[in-house]
């Protein structure tokens, strides 16, 4: 339910942004952008979380649009991965799940091609709140009563929560996308990210993404 919740106070926003967005172009100094997609794992978090997926939005300062190539890119958004079944020598995952919030800032280099396809790429860093709960299923004893009144003590599956831990870190961040431009001057982009954050094990994933551009 508290994961439901955040997503939705996030979804509200990124509608907000998208409707009172406008249209980007080459002379805008500022552009927004929304976006959403996969978002595989890699590394020693691959062990414990399948992929997952993320949502966002954030915008683009251009220094001198007329001139400059480069920008500094803005992004805010969330992502979250279901916990898959693990069994080690020390412990039993059977559920839970994780999620990032994360607000990074990265310099970016912009294509100036005046045709209808470009693409941009840059580096950055950011701040990423992380949140996980792992949970095993044991047998535990319940109370059951029947119609008539009487109780009785079964055993039955319940969950016990092995893990429930949250941090936030800096990290740091690479990404390339490339952009196709519509006759309205909006663009769609694919964008490719690799994000990194030391924890106690180091956390990577990278968002592949799809993107509005305004």
């Not at 919030?101 to 100036?112: I, P, Q, R, T």
């Not at 470009?118 to 095993?136: D, H, K, R, S, V």
């Not at 961040?173 to 490339?178: I, L």
């Not at 663009?187 to 094990?201: D, F, G, N, P, S």
Request: glycine fraction near 10%.
């Amino acid at each position: 339910m508290k994961r439901a919740f955040r997503f939705a106070v996030l979804a509200v926003v990124v509608c907000t942004v998208f409707t009172g967005a406008r249209a980007q172009s080459d002379v805008n100094p500022v552009g927004w952008h929304i976006f959403g997609g996969w978002v595989p794992v890699t590394g020693e978090a691959d062990e414990l979380l399948d992929d997952g997926w993320d949502i966002g939005f954030g915008a683009t300062w251009r220094f001198n649009p007329a001139a400059s190539p480069l920008a500094l890119k803005f992004d805010g958004y969330w992502a979250g991965w279901d916990a898959r079944s693990t069994v080690t020598n020390t412990f039993r995952v059977d559920d839970g799940d994780a999620e990032a919030w994360v607000m990074s800032a990265a310099l970016v280099y912009e294509s100036k091609n005046p045709g209808k396809v470009g693409w941009y790429a840059g580096a950055g860093i950011g701040g990423y709140f992380l949140e996980a709960e792992l949970t095993e299923d044991v047998l535990v004893p319940g109370l059951v009563c029947d119609f008539w009144g009487y109780c009785y003590y079964v055993t039955t599956v319940g969950e016990v929560v092995i893990a429930d831990t949250s941090t936030t870190k800096f990290g740091y961040h690479a990404q390339a996308g490339v952009r196709f431009k519509f006759d309205n001057a909006t663009e769609l982009a694919l964008e490719a990210r690799y994000e990194w954050v030391q924890t106690k094990k180091t956390f990577e994933f990278y968002p592949l993404n799809v993107a509005f551009r305004f």
